[in-house]
Structures are given as C-alpha cells and as structure tokens.
C-alpha cells in the first residue's frame, strides 16, 4: 500500500482544517491539494507550496486538474452539487472520492463523477478538531481494500473510524455521533443551571458541570475495560448521594428522552437526504 498519499482536500472549513491539520501531524501525506475561495486558513501557509498547494477557485482547481489519490469533499450540503459538478472533469479515474457531507447519498456522488467510481461517505463529529472525533464510514462496490484503508489512515488521523455495510445507518449514526456532542454540551448547560438552582454561583456551577463532564470522559477513556455501568456504580454507593440522584434520573423517563432525541435527529437526517 502506498504510504503517502496525494489527497485533494474540497473545502477548508471547519472540518477540512480539523482533518488537514491531523494529516500534517500525522505525517501521512505526499502532497495536498486544497480548494477553498475563502482562503487558506493561516495554520498551514508554512506548508505552501511545498507539500501543499492552494487553489482559490475551482477553474484553476479543474486546469492543474491535481491527481490524487482521495478527494475528500468538505463543502456544506448546500453548495455541494454546484462543486462536484464544477471538480468532476477533473478528478483522477482510478481515485477515490470521500465526501464527509451530512445527509448526501453515495448515489449523489456516482452521479457526479461516474457509475463506476469509488465513493467512500463518512460522518465525523466535532472532536476531530483535536484528534479525539469518530468517524463512521460506508463504502461503494468500487472501493477496493487498499483505498478503504488508506481512507481508514485519513479519517483515523483525526479520531477513531468505524465502518458499516449500510448506508441506511448513516441517519442514526448522524442522530447519535455527529449531533452528539452537542448533546453533552447541553448537558454542561443542564447541570450547571441544576447546581444553581441548589444555591452555588452561576460561574461556579458552570465550571464544576464542564470539569465533571471533562473528567468523567477522560475517565471512561482511560479505563476502556470498564463498561459504562461499572463506571456509574463505582460511584455508587448504596444508599448514598449518587444513589439518590439516579433513583430520579433513571426513573423519571431519561432513557425515553434519549430515545426520541435521537429518533428526531435520525428522522430529521432521512429528510435532508431525499
Ligand atoms: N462541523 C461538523 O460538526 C460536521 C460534522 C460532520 C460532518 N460535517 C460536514 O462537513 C462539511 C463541512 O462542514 P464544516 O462545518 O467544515 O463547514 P464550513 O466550516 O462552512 O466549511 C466549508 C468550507 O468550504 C468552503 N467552500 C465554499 N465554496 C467552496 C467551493 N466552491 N470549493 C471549495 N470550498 C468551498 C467554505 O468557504 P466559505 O466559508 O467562503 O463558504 C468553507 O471554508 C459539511 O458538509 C458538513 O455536513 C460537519
């Protein structure tokens, strides 16, 4: 397999920057292709030109027409069609496209770039900007074993990465680990407001719900032998404090909370993708 890659990063927003940025740490790159009309970000002009070359527009992006290995498409879903159709004349044959757009079907990307080309669909989340995102990802018929891992090589430089056989799971997968960390913030906002309403100050409250919540992430990281109940008892002890809070959490319907959360989102995903 070959171990540097020529990628073509379409779109250096907040996602493309997340994942060019591991790849540069990463060391895993040969050369990189960036389009983006809003600039290159400041981060990685020391990289320009050499390996990396930046392209303003898409009519110089389709002239040079930059062969390379994986294009991963990182533009908003709403301006997605008008830039596939503007890259398609210049992407390589034998190259993989891996679109990272939420709701957009592998069916949009064959119709823009061929029947017969590799599409690779992924969905990361947020935490990627500092290495600890997941990705889930889904593969055409086209994409051999050597491309699946070298996309596994790109995304896993952000985060870990998980493959599906069904592209169908892509809307739960987005309802639960795209979305999800907002949830976790709401739940720092939650908590926060709670410890207010027992009597702390709001910066107060506001920074015990984020530690706790940070602390408690890292904890779960660093013991990944310990199952997410064993975690919740080992703070439990039978009739103490935390024992009384569950009582009420895990008796006053949060499950079915979550359950419809994530039924919303899911559904919500479905539609964006008709
Ligand atoms: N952020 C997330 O949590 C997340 C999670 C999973 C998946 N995604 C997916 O990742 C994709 C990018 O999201 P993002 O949050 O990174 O968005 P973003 O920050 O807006 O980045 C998109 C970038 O593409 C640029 N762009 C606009 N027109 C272009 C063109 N013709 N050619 C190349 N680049 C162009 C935009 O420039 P302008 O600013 O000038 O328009 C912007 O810099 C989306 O499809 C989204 O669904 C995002």
Redesign the pocket.
């Known amino acids: 397999m070959k171990q540097h890659l020529d990628i073509a990063l379409?779109?250096?927003?907040?996602?493309?920057?997340a994942m060019l940025r591991g790849w540069l740490a990463a060391r895993i790159v040969n050369r990189i292709y960036v389009?983006?009309?809003?600039g290159l970000p400041e981060e990685f002009k020391e990289y320009a030109p050499n390996p990396l070359t930046y392209f303003k527009?898409?009519g110089s992006f389709t002239e040079e027409k930059p062969q390379a290995d994986l294009y991963i498409i990182?533009?908003?879903?709403q301006?997605?069609n008008?830039?596939c159709r503007?890259i398609a004349p210049a992407v390589s044959k034998n190259a993989v496209v891996l679109?990272?757009?939420?709701?957009?079907k592998i069916s949009v990307f064959e119709s823009f770039f061929g029947a017969g080309c590799a599409v690779i669909r992924a969905?990361?989340?947020?935490p990627a900007a500092i290495g600890k995102g997941i990705s889930v990802a889904v593969a055409n018929g086209f994409v051999n074993e050597i491309q699946k891992e070298q996309a596994s090589t790109i995304l896993r430089s952000v985060g870990q990465v998980a493959w599906v056989e069904d592209e169908d799971l892509l809307d739960a997968v987005t309802a639960l680990s795209?979305s999800g960390?907002a949830y976790v913030f709401y739940l720092i906002e939650a908590l926060a407001k709670a410890g207010e309403k027992a009597g702390l100050d709001p910066g107060f409250s506001m920074k015990l719900a984020r530690q706790t919540i940070i602390g408690s992430a890292a904890l779960a990281e660093a013991q990944p032998e310990l199952s997410a109940a064993v975690l919740r008892e080992n703070v439990t002890s039978p009739g103490g404090t935390t024992q009384a809070a569950l009582d009420i959490l895990m008796s006053e319907k949060f499950q079915d909370i979550l359950n419809e959360t994530i039924k919303a989102a899911t559904t919500r995903s479905r539609e964006l993708s008709q």
């Open positions: 379409i779109g250096c927003g907040k996602m493309g920057s389009l983006d009309p809003a527009d898409t990182a533009v908003k879903p301006i997605m008008e830039v503007a679109s990272i757009a939420a709701g957009q969905m990361p989340n947020t795209g960390p």
